[in-house]
C-alpha cells in the first residue's frame, strides 16, 4: 500500500484536529484520513453539530495548509450495524470500519486501541500531551472551582469554605465548541498522564477525577445546555492544622471508632476525612475508602474503593474479609449508603462517614428510621461538625434508662440516646420514642412537661385525620410549631380547630399548626 493510498479512520471524540496535525507533522499519518458522518446523527443537539463541523473544518484546513495528508468524509456501513450501534457502541463500530475498509485507527481510546492491536490492525495513538488542559490557567492560588456553561460567561468561586465569593472571569459567553474542546483536551491529558479516573459515564453526564481535579460534565437532554464544573482543593491538610484538643485528639487515637464527619456542601467535611485517614495511616492503621468519585488525595498504601463500580454486597464482603482498621466512607447519601455504614460498624470495623447536614444534630438524624433508635450510639460514638474549613462541634453519644427531659413522671422511663457536647460533657439533645414518634428534644430549649402533655394531645386529635408519622413537633422559642403535610390540612384544620382552640385555653399552651 502507498503512503498516498493509506487510510485512517479518526475516532473525533478522542483525537482533536490539532492531534492529528501533529500526528501528520512527525510522519506518523500520511494519506487519507476518513471521518466516519456518523459523528454527525449521533448528536442530539445543534451545538453538538456545530462542535462536530468545526472539528472536521479544521482538519480540512491543516490539511490543506501542510499538504501531508487527505481528509474525507465516509457513509461507510459496516454488514450488520446502523447508527443506533455508532451511537452505543462507537469502539465497535469503528473497529468494524477499520476492518472493512483496510484502514488504521486514529485514537486515544484504550478499549478500541486494545480491539484494534487483538485483531492486528495498526492503530496511531493520539499524541502525549505536552501541557496541562486549559482549564488549569483559571486556578489561582484562591480559586476553589470553575464554572463553564454554553451561552454564559465563564466564573469561578474565589475565596475559602464559609467566605468566597463568585467572579465572572471574562465577558463573552462560553461556546459550546469551547466546552467541546476542553473535554478532548481533558481526554488527551488523562490517556498521556494515566492519571484521570472515570468514576461515571452516562449518556448525559461524566464524572471525573483528573489528578486534584474533580471534573462534572453534564449536557442535553439531562441539562439545559453543556456545562462543565471543574473544582479543586485549595489546599491538603493534616489534622494538626485544624483546632483540635488534646481530649479529642486522644479520643480520635484511643476510643473513637464510629465517627460522622458533617457540614454543608463545600465547607471542607471530606478535607477533614482524608486528613483523619493520614493521620490512622501514620498510626499504623490499615485504612482504606470507599468513595465516588475518588477524589481524596491519599498514600497508596490507603486502597480507594468506588461505589460506582460494585454493588454494597460486594464493598461488604471485601472489607469484612480484608479486615481494614478504619474505612473513612465518603459521602453517605441514600439509605443503602446508611445500612452498609451500620452493618460494617456493627462487624466491629472502624467506620468514618461524611455527611451532608446543616448542623451536628441533623447528620444524627440521617440514621433515625434507618436503624433502630438504641443501636445508633453503637454506630456513631463520635460526630464532628466542619464549619468553614475547621471543627466547630463535636458531640458523643451514649444510651441510658431514664425519664426523658421534661417529663416527670417515673413510669414514662425508657431508652434515651443522650447526646452530648464533647468538650462540656454536658447533654444538649435527647432522642427518644413516645408512642409510634421519635422525638429529638434539644434539652437548653427542650419542651416542658407542660408542653409535652399538649403535645401528646395535639398528636391524638391530628392524627384522626393526618398518618402520625406525617405530623412533626419542634419547639420555638416559647412556642410548639405542628407540621402537617399541606394536602391533609383543609380537612384536618376544620374538623379539628375547635378542639385545638379548647386545648390551648385549658393547657395555656401556645402551639402553631403550619403546612409544608
Known amino acids: 500500500m502507498s503512503v498516498l493510498s493509506k487510510k485512517y479512520i479518526v475516532d473525533l471524540t478522542t483525537a482533536t484536529p490539532e492531534g492529528v496535525h501533529e500526528l501528520a507533522m512527525s510522519g506518523r499519518v500520511a494519506g487519507v484520513v476518513l471521518v466516519h458522518i456518523g459523528f454527525f446523527r449521533i448528536v442530539e443537539t445543534p451545538e453538538e453539530t456545530i462542535s462536530i463541523a468545526t472539528s472536521v473544518e479544521k482538519l480540512y484546513k491543516l490539511a490543506k495548509e501542510t499538504g501531508l495528508f487527505e481528509v474525507q468524509l465516509t457513509d461507510h456501513m459496516p454488514r450488520g450495524l446502523n447508527y443506533r450501534d455508532f451511537k452505543d457502541n462507537k469502539s465497535h463500530f469503528l473497529f468494524s470500519v477499520a476492518m472493512d475498509l483496510d484502514a488504521a485507527i486514529i485514537t486515544g481510546d484504550p478499549k478500541l486501541e486494545a480491539m484494534a492491536s487483538a485483531s492486528n490492525i495498526e492503530v496511531v495513538k493520539i499524541p502525549a500531551a505536552r501541557r496541562l488542559p486549559s482549564f488549569t490557567e483559571f486556578f489561582e492560588e484562591d480559586v476553589m472551582s470553575l464554572h463553564l456553561k454554553e451561552g454564559v460567561p465563564p466564573m469561578v468561586k474565589r475565596g475559602k469554605p464559609g467566605s468566597w465569593r463568585l467572579e465572572y472571569i471574562r465577558e463573552e459567553p462560553v461556546t459550546r465548541a469551547e466546552l467541546e474542546q476542553m473535554v478532548r483536551e481533558i481526554h488527551e491529558y488523562s490517556i ?254 427542650g419542651l416542658t412537661a407542660k408542653q409535652q402533655r399538649a403535645v401528646k394531645k395535639i398528636v391524638n386529635i391530628l392524627s384522626k385525620y393526618v398518618p402520625e408519622e406525617e405530623i412533626e413537633v419542634s419547639p420555638v422559642g416559647s412556642k410548639i410549631v405542628v407540621t402537617i403535610p399541606v394536602e391533609y390540612a383543609p380537612i384536618a384544620l376544620s374538623r379539628s380547630r375547635k378542639k385545638l382552640d379548647r386545648l390551648k385555653r385549658q393547657l395555656g399552651v401556645k402551639f402553631e399548626v403550619k403546612t409544608r
Open 192 to 445: 498521556a498522564s494515566g492519571e484521570s479516573v472515570k468514576e461515571i459515564s452516562r449518556p448525559g453526564s461524566l464524572i471525573a477525577q483528573l489528578g486534584h481535579y474533580r471534573i462534572v460534565v453534564t449536557k442535553p437532554p439531562l441539562s439545559d445546555g453543556m456545562e462543565i464544573t471543574i473544582v479543586k482543593p485549595l489546599r491538603k491538610l493534616k489534622l494538626s492544622d485544624y483546632t483540635i484538643s488534646a481530649k479529642l485528639l486522644k479520643r480520635f487515637e484511643e476510643q473513637a471508632e464510629g465517627i460522622l464527619i458533617a457540614g454543608a456542601p463545600g465547607m471542607g467535611k471530606t478535607t477533614f476525612a482524608q486528613a483523619l485517614a493520614e493521620f490512622y495511616y501514620e498510626k499504623g492503621k490499615i485504612v482504606k475508602t470507599v468513595e465516588s468519585p475518588r477524589d481524596m488525595q491519599l498514600p497508596p498504601e490507603i486502597t480507594q474503593l468506588s461505589k460506582t463500580y460494585a454493588t454494597s454486597e460486594e464493598i461488604h464482603d471485601i472489607l469484612l474479609l480484608s479486615r481494614p482498621d478504619y474505612t473513612i466512607y465518603d459521602e453517605l447519601r441514600d439509605t443503602k449508603d446508611f445500612e452498609l455504614f451500620a452493618d460494617l460498624r456493627l462487624a466491629g470495623v472502624g467506620m468514618v462517614g461524611v455527611v451532608h447536614a446543616t448542623s451536628p444534630i441533623d447528620a444524627i438524624q440521617r440514621f433515625i428510621g434507618r436503624v433502630e433508635l438504641g443501636m445508633i450510639p453503637s454506630i456513631i460514638d463520635t460526630v464532628v461538625f466542619i464549619k468553614n474549613g475547621d471543627i466547630e462541634k463535636v458531640y458523643t453519644l451514649e444510651t441510658t434508662i431514664k425519664v426523658p427531659h421534661g417529663l416527670t413522671e417515673s413510669d414514662l422511663a425508657r431508652p434515651v440516646v443522650v447526646v452530648k457536647d464533647f468538650e462540656t460533657n454536658q447533654p444538649e439533645y435527647e432522642i427518644y420514642v413516645f408512642g409510634e414518634r421519635t422525638f429529638v428534644v434539644p434539652i437548653k430549649r
